[in-house]
């Protein structure tokens, strides 16, 4: 059972900046793609960033692009997620998940890890 931690969610002002991170192991990093979806309650939960094990092309979707940036650390088995110019939009639980390739479904995700809670509130 592949283990997904995430951590970095809190308050933040719109405008502000956060980094979520990912722990997992090498064997989930050299074999998954991993991506962030996160999820308001009542609405389906939405892919946003994927990195790929092997290339490490990434992907995000239009409501974060230019402003979240997806990046793994290797050598302590982390993916991040860099988040700037933060809107009340982004208030949701983000998760992070594993598949085996890159896919913005949830369906498609294999593991998953408990998520946590980002606010954007001023």
Request: charged share 15%; net charge neutral.
């Amino acid at each position: 059972q592949l283990q997904l931690v995430e951590s970095g969610g809190g308050l933040v002002q719109p405008g502000g900046s956060l980094r979520l991170s990912c722990a997992t192991s090498k064997f989930t990093l050299d074999y998954y793609a991993i991506s962030w979806f996160r999820q308001v309650s009542g609405k389906e939960r939405e892919g946003i960033s994927c990195i790929h094990s092997a290339a490490g092309s990434t992907y995000y979707a239009d409501s974060v692009k230019e402003r979240f940036t997806i990046s793994r650390n290797n050598a302590n088995n982390m993916v991040f997620l860099q988040m700037t110019n933060l809107k009340p939009d982004d208030t949701a639980v983000y998760y992070c998940a594993a598949a085996g390739g890159c896919t913005s479904h949830a369906s498609g995700q294999d593991y998953w890890g408990k998520g946590t809670l980002v606010t954007v509130s001023s």
